[in-house]
């Protein structure tokens, strides 16, 4: 075990933690300047649309990698699903039990993002664009907080 991974006491590997929230803040940044545009741009140009499905992507990934990682450290459980995962945070408390359902569905959209992504409707992509960033930005509060020690 690293200093780092020590010195937080949850036996989580800080680096790779911090090195995920990362990806998904970069991944925020450049998805909310795609919604800053009118929908109407948004979803006539297929250029932006593709940049942010892989964004997204990008995005749920790293939190899946995270919550993975977390709850093979801290968990009672091992999770069934990537939307599973975020029920085992739930579960344990590092997330609320409303997060983790709306992250969850999350997940299972990341799914539809890299197995169907022809049948994903554009309008969609940008209602999420709208409505639900926010909730990876409550969940990188929610990890930071564990991971500077903020939860024993």
Same mark, same amino acid.
């Given at each position: ?13 800080? !680096? ?12 925020? !940044? ?60 739930? !579960? ?61």
């Amino acid at each position: 075990m690293k200093p780092d991974d020590e010195a937080n006491g949850l036996g989580l590997n800080r !680096d790779l933690v911090l090195q995920r929230i990362q990806e998904i803040r970069g991944a925020l !940044d450049l998805l909310r300047t795609d919604a800053a545009q009118p929908q109407s741009a948004f979803v006539a140009d297929a250029h932006v649309v593709d940049a942010a499905k892989y964004r997204l992507l990008v995005a749920i990934e790293a939190a899946v990698s995270i919550c993975t990682h977390v709850a093979s450290r801290l968990a009672a459980r091992t999770p069934d699903s990537y939307a599973d995962c975020f029920k085992v945070l739930g !579960d344990a408390g590092i997330v609320s039990t409303e997060l983790a359902e709306r992250l969850g569905r999350m997940a299972r959209f990341r799914n539809r993002l890299v197995h169907l992504y022809w049948k994903i409707d554009n309008e969609r992509i940008w209602e999420i664009l709208k409505e639900s960033l926010g909730d990876l930005d409550a969940y990188l509060d929610a990890i930071g907080a564990l991971v500077e020690g903020g939860r024993a």
